[in-house]
């Protein structure tokens, strides 16, 4: 069924485990899935980044630091993630964390 057919119609009053509807991307969508893609919507409205907690806590919105790096550092870094199987996030959180504890000893020594 195209979801074109439900434009005038609410949406909750589709039973999806009923009625057969698809994605643009050819998935099969569900009351389930319907609700997932609602949850997300929220949080995005609420500004809130889903699959993580707040790094600064008290719920604060944890600051955001961005690079660019070469193809093959990226590659590099998604192996080490694939191989603890953590995320390239993780991975780079612990690397600043290193590099600042180097830096901090090197001041304490100075």
Known sequence: MD???YENNPADDIDLDQEIVYLADGERMT???AQDMADAAERRAANLIPGGKSLSGNGRHSPVVQ???SAVVHAKL???AD???VSMSKIM???IDEFIKHHENQALDA
């Open 93 to 95: 959180r612990a690397a």
């Open 67 to 69: 690079t660019r790096i």
């Open 83 to 85: 191989t603890q199987h």
């Open 78 to 80: 998604q192996a080490i």
């Open 3 to 5: 979801p074109k057919d």
């Open 31 to 33: 009351n389930a899935k």
